[in-house]
């Protein structure tokens, strides 16, 4: 399966992140799983006119091209012209070239919420007036349009995150290479429901001081972060938490907040990013699938039987009461 | 006379673009362009001053932890905050890990590749640089890629994830680590130590470290020309004289890496100029940006402070043909990386190096490759100086009002933050990225930028489109163009 990788308007930290995918063999890994890269900037040898040689040839149709990976988010400004980013040595903007090769493209990937939404590019004013491949934060449409389908019949496939983990460019990808990958496989956003059916709070070693409610009130705390510290772990789409990264980690495992960069418009939340917008002292973004009534009685209950270990426990940096050592059996 | 546009340039971070005058086979002129903006100095304005904290480590990602340490460091300096020991440790292991990863990227991954080209096949050892270095196959740059996997695994237990870990506070790391996972740490910094020890060096770290002088690298490069990669190297530098290609601007600036709790630096900074072969002190006041050769307004005041510097772009600008602005030291095209850490540092082998040759292909390369000796030995240290039990991040608040400073280095050379926060928001955020001082375009004077003066003479072969010296050269300063104009 052919692959062509491009980068446009993002940082290049999706590709870092897949470079740490989790194999002995990275080159050997995604060989073993069918997948050719045709051109990676950070990975192939091709360099100048070569690269732009096989650029023509695939936007000609004189090679195949399985799958368009693009990376970072696409510049349509200024006033349309997509001048804020020309691809090098071509004279034309990246925009063009994204069209013409997604037309040719039998499956279409966003690596990245840039590439998927806008994402962090899109922040602020929006100078470079910023969208994602098919979206617009959460609005269809974005560079190729609502209508838009690949060769295969499929939307473009979103593997968002910022970055993304690197097992969910390799799963979707090996499921492309593998033809095993159907509409089905996509969320109503239309990423892979392989990592996107899961909410980061699920496996969040914090998940005994949410249950009562022994909540962080400072960087470092090792209570939940819901309350004070702007977690919105309970609402996004994610595997953070099971599926972990770089070895043994997740965003809350190191201490801070899920700032929900899977979904769309994470990077404008209207609120400060580490602190949890309240209504009358209760989370405005309550736990998906969860009815206020029920949250705010739950809480206050759970809050009264908190144990004193859970407690203290949630405002430091390390255990300052651990837990009992009973001398009978356990029953 | 000819013209040649060189571009897509790959394995460098980022879209990159040169335009090079062509004379009597050489280089005679160059002018560098960095052909993507994304302007995150206007996406930060009117924002939270902590929110910085997730912006700008997605400026980049491949270094975003020393976008992240530059900003806490900022925000520290507006708030008054000093870290505890612990946060210190933590936050140099952190960055050490991506600064050290980058070394190992860029030489494995980014640089070594172009000697596999086709174009070097009739010298002696091209059979066994395509074994090590092809891309897709070789051997030592799979090792390298499995090393780096393992290495970043630190990065998982500290900082949660990489790249864009928000681990990194003003008051110190929001990760605390127990006695145990201490353990486990160094002896993933051993199995790093191991890799280079066996593949890179073939010799103990400490050895490498210590070479004198060019005398003494040379004469234990003779032992074994082709044992470790660095070795290899080197017998490459003698066949094709990278020693003398890409010749630099020969002033050098390091803001100072890895700050200790007592104050110092683990690297101290300042100014190297290697015609008099003499440290200065920095004056950070004397840092400015000229955007005459920018799409970039200039404000009709020359070149401007970071702390009042302006970034707004104005496309259709004339004269301008990059994104980048050009950062001058009073003035002064420097050139900024591992290369200027080492000579600031006082790292003998490297002063004497570029005593013989100057800021090089060679040098360049050389000066990363002993930064990764010196300072893993470094990193079993922070580790060891950490106390569990003791606090890692003190909390911190911020003025309403007021402005701070955050220089620290990233892997490729001197990043600095300005922040200026009035009623509580930011009014105004200035980057100066490694490679906006590197890939600087020229300044008001006309004077090239260090890249720019770096290309000329460099040779062009007969029909070369994209010139492999002229790659060398590129890849030699690890450009990031995406820090570049952010
Ligand atoms: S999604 Fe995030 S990590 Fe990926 S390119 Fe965009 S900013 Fe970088
Ligand atoms: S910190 Fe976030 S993800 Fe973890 S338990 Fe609390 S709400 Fe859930």
Same mark, same amino acid.
């Given at each position: 399966?052919?692959v062509?990788?491009?980068?446009?308007?993002?940082?290049?930290g999706?590709?870092?992140s897949?470079?740490?995918?989790?194999?002995?063999?990275?080159?050997?890994?995604?060989?073993?799983?069918g997948i050719?890269?045709?051109?990676?900037?950070?990975?192939?040898?091709?360099?100048?006119?070569?690269?732009i040689?096989?650029?023509d040839?695939?936007?000609?149709?004189n090679?195949?091209?399985?799958?368009?990976?693009?990376?970072?988010?696409?510049?349509?400004?200024?006033?349309?012209?997509?001048?804020?980013?020309?691809?090098?040595?071509?004279?034309l903007?990246?925009?063009?070239?994204?069209?013409?090769?997604?037309?040719?493209?039998?499956?279409?990937?966003?690596?990245?919420?840039?590439?998927?939404?806008?994402?962090?590019?899109?922040?602020g004013?929006?100078?470079?007036?910023?969208?994602?491949?098919?979206?617009?934060?959460?609005?269809?449409?974005?560079?190729?349009?609502?209508? $838009?389908?690949?060769?295969?019949?499929?939307?473009?496939?979103?593997?968002?995150?910022?970055?993304?983990?690197?097992?969910?460019?390799?799963?979707?990808?090996?499921?492309?290479?593998?033809?095993? $990958?159907?509409a089905?496989?996509?969320?109503?956003?239309?990423r *892979?429901?392989?990592?996107?059916?899961?909410? &980061?709070?699920?496996?969040?070693?914090?998940?005994?001081?949410?249950?009562f409610?022994?909540?962080?009130?400072?960087?470092?705390?090792?209570g939940?972060?819901?309350?004070?510290?702007?977690?919105?772990?309970?609402?996004?789409?994610?595997?953070?938490?099971?599926?972990?990264?770089?070895?043994?980690?997740?965003?809350t495992?190191g201490?801070?907040?899920?700032?929900?960069?899977?979904?769309?418009?994470?990077?404008?939340?209207?609120?400060?990013?580490?602190?949890?917008p309240?209504?009358?002292?209760?989370?405005?973004?309550?736990?998906?699938?969860?009815?206020?009534?029920?949250?705010?009685?739950?809480?206050?209950?759970?809050?009264?039987?908190?144990p004193?270990? #859970?407690?203290?426990?949630a405002?430091?940096d390390h255990? #300052?009461?651990?837990?009992?050592?009973?001398?009978?059996?356990?029953? | 006379?000819?013209?040649?546009?060189?571009?897509?340039?790959?394995?460098?971070?980022?879209?990159?673009?040169?335009?090079?005058?062509?004379?009597?086979?050489?280089?005679?002129?160059?002018?560098v362009?960095?052909?993507?903006?994304?302007?995150?100095?206007?996406?930060?304005?009117?924002?939270?001053?902590?929110?910085?904290?997730?912006?700008?480590p997605?400026?980049?990602?491949?270094?975003? #932890?020393?976008?992240?340490?530059?900003?806490?460091?900022?925000?520290?300096?507006?708030?008054?905050?000093?870290?505890?020991?612990?946060?210190?440790h933590?936050?140099?292991?952190?960055?050490s890990?991506?600064?050290?990863?980058?070394h190992?990227?860029? $030489?494995?991954?980014?640089?070594?590749?172009?000697?596999?080209?086709? #174009?070097?096949?009739?010298?002696?050892?091209?059979?066994?640089?395509?074994?090590?270095?092809?891309p897709?196959?070789?051997?030592q740059?799979?090792?390298a890629?499995?090393?780096?996997?393992?290495?970043?695994?630190?990065?998982?237990?500290?900082?949660?994830?990489?790249?864009?870990?928000?681990?990194?506070?003003?008051?110190?790391?929001?990760?605390?680590?127990?006695?145990?996972?201490?353990?486990?740490?160094?002896?993933?910094?051993?199995?790093?130590?191991?890799?280079?020890?066996?593949?890179?060096?073939?010799? *103990?770290?400490?050895?490498?470290?210590?070479?004198?002088?060019?005398?003494?690298?040379?004469?234990?490069?003779?032992?074994?020309?082709?044992?470790? %990669?660095?070795r290899?190297?080197?017998?490459?530098?003698?066949?094709?004289?990278?020693q003398?290609?890409?010749?630099?601007?020969?002033?050098?600036?390091?803001?100072g890496?890895?700050a200790?709790?007592?104050?110092?630096?683990?690297?101290?900074?300042?100014?190297?100029?290697?015609?008099?072969?003499?440290?200065?002190?920095?004056?950070?006041?004397?840092?400015?940006?000229?955007?005459?050769?920018?799409?970039?307004?200039?404000?009709?005041?020359?070149?401007?402070?970071?702390?009042?510097?302006?970034?707004?772009?104005e496309?259709?600008?004339?004269?301008?043909?990059?994104?980048?602005?050009?950062?001058?030291?009073?003035?002064?095209?420097?050139?900024?990386?591992?290369?200027?850490?080492?000579?600031?540092?006082?790292?003998?082998?490297?002063? %004497?190096?570029?005593?013989h040759?100057?800021?090089?292909?060679?040098?360049? &390369?050389?000066?990363?490759?002993?930064?990764?000796?010196?300072?893993?030995?470094m990193?079993e %240290?922070?580790?060891?100086?950490?106390?569990?039990?003791?606090? $890692?991040?003190? *909390?911190?608040s911020?003025?309403?009002?007021?402005?701070?400073?955050?220089?620290?280095e990233?892997?490729?050379?001197?990043?600095?933050?300005?922040?200026?926060?009035?009623?509580?928001?930011?009014?105004?955020?200035?980057?100066?990225?490694?490679?906006?001082?590197?890939?600087?375009?020229?300044?008001?004077?006309?004077?090239?930028?260090?890249?720019?003066?770096?290309?000329?003479?460099?040779?062009?072969?007969?029909?070369?489109?994209?010139?492999?010296?002229?790659?060398h050269i590129?890849?030699?300063?690890?450009?990031?163009?995406?820090?570049?104009?952010?």
């Open positions: 399966m052919n062509l990788w491009l980068q446009s308007g993002g940082c290049g999706c590709s870092m897949l470079l740490c995918a989790d194999t002995t063999d990275f080159q050997g890994h995604l060989r073993d799983g050719q890269l045709l051109w990676h900037p950070s990975l192939s040898l091709a360099s100048g006119e070569e690269v040689e096989l650029l040839a695939l936007a000609a149709g090679t195949l091209l399985d799958v368009l990976c693009v990376e970072g988010s696409l510049l349509r400004g200024p006033n349309g012209t997509g001048r804020f980013h020309m691809l090098a040595g071509t004279g903007p990246m925009i063009d070239w994204v069209k013409r090769l997604a037309a040719r493209a039998k499956h279409v990937m966003a690596v990245g919420s840039c590439a998927a939404w806008g994402g962090i590019t899109a922040g004013n929006n100078p470079t007036d910023a969208c994602g491949l098919q979206f617009e934060d959460d609005q269809l449409g974005g560079l190729l349009g609502a209508a $838009f389908r690949s060769g295969s019949g499929l939307p473009v496939i979103n593997v968002a995150g910022c970055p993304t983990h690197p097992s969910w460019i390799t799963d979707t990808l090996m499921a492309l290479a593998a033809n095993t $990958f159907n089905e496989d996509l969320d109503p956003l239309n *892979p429901r392989s990592y996107a059916d899961q909410l &980061v709070h699920h496996g969040c070693t914090r998940n005994e001081y949410y249950e409610k022994a909540s962080a009130e400072k960087p470092s705390d090792l939940c972060m819901m309350e004070h510290m702007g977690c919105k772990g309970t609402q996004v789409h994610a595997d953070c938490n099971i599926r972990l990264w770089n070895g043994e980690g997740s965003c495992r201490g801070y907040a899920c700032i929900a960069c899977t979904e769309p418009g994470f990077q404008e939340p209207g609120h400060p990013f580490h602190e949890t309240k209504l009358a002292g209760i989370p405005i973004g309550l736990p998906t699938d969860m009815p206020k009534a029920w949250f705010v009685a739950l809480a206050s209950l759970s809050k009264s039987a908190t004193k270990r #859970v407690k203290n426990n405002v430091a255990l #300052v009461v651990r837990p009992a050592v009973r001398k009978t059996r356990l029953k | 006379m000819s013209r040649l546009l060189v571009g897509p340039f790959n394995r460098v971070e980022g879209d990159l673009e040169v335009a090079l005058d062509i004379a009597d086979g050489r280089v005679s002129s160059a002018q362009n960095a052909t993507m903006y994304r302007g995150f100095e206007q996406i930060l304005q009117g924002k939270e001053p902590h929110d910085a904290l997730v912006y700008v997605r400026i980049c990602g491949i270094c975003s #932890v020393s976008q992240s340490v530059a900003s806490a460091r900022a925000l520290a300096d507006l708030g008054g905050i000093t870290m505890p020991p612990n946060g210190q933590a936050t140099n292991v952190i960055l890990n991506e600064n050290l990863a980058d190992l990227t860029h $030489f494995y991954l980014f640089f070594m590749p172009d000697f596999a080209r086709p #174009v070097y096949a009739g010298h002696a050892w091209h059979a066994e640089a395509v074994r090590r270095f092809s897709d196959y070789g051997e740059v799979r090792a890629t499995a090393a780096r996997q393992r290495w970043l695994t630190i990065m998982g237990t500290l900082g949660g994830k990489w790249p864009h870990t928000q681990s990194i506070e003003p008051g110190g790391s929001t990760r605390a680590i127990d006695s145990a996972e201490r353990v486990r740490l160094l002896a993933k910094v051993r199995e790093f130590r191991s890799f280079l020890e066996r593949q890179l060096f073939a010799a *103990p770290l400490e050895a490498v470290a210590s070479l004198p002088n060019e005398e003494a690298l040379w004469n234990w490069h003779a032992q074994d020309p082709l044992a470790g %990669d660095l290899f190297f080197l017998t490459l530098v003698r066949d094709l004289s990278l003398s290609l890409g010749q630099g601007p020969g002033r050098y600036l390091s803001y890496a890895y200790q709790p007592d104050g110092s630096w683990a690297l101290p900074g300042g100014v190297w100029r290697a015609d008099s072969a003499r440290l200065d002190v920095l004056d950070a006041a004397a840092i400015t940006e000229d955007a005459t050769h920018a799409w970039l307004a200039e404000g009709g005041k020359g070149p401007l402070h970071p702390l009042s510097g302006i970034t707004r772009p496309p259709d600008k004339r004269g301008a043909y990059t994104w980048n602005k050009a950062p001058r030291l009073a003035g002064e095209v420097v050139e900024t990386g591992a290369i200027a850490r080492q000579l600031a540092g006082g790292q003998s082998l490297v002063r %004497d190096a570029v005593a040759h100057g800021g090089t292909v060679y040098t360049r &390369v050389l000066a990363r490759l002993i930064e990764l000796a010196r300072v893993v030995p990193v %240290d922070w580790l060891q100086g950490i106390r569990p039990g003791e606090a $890692f991040c003190v *909390p911190s911020l003025p309403e009002d007021g402005r701070g400073v955050g220089l620290g990233a892997a490729r050379g001197s990043l600095g933050h300005w922040i200026v926060v009035q009623r509580g928001r930011i009014a105004n955020y200035q980057i100066v990225a490694p490679t906006s001082w590197n890939f600087s375009p020229r300044d008001a004077a006309g004077t090239p930028g260090a890249l720019e003066q770096a290309l000329v003479n460099a040779s062009v072969l007969d029909g070369e489109k994209t010139p492999i010296s002229v790659q590129v890849r030699s300063f690890d450009p990031c163009m995406v820090c570049t104009v952010h």
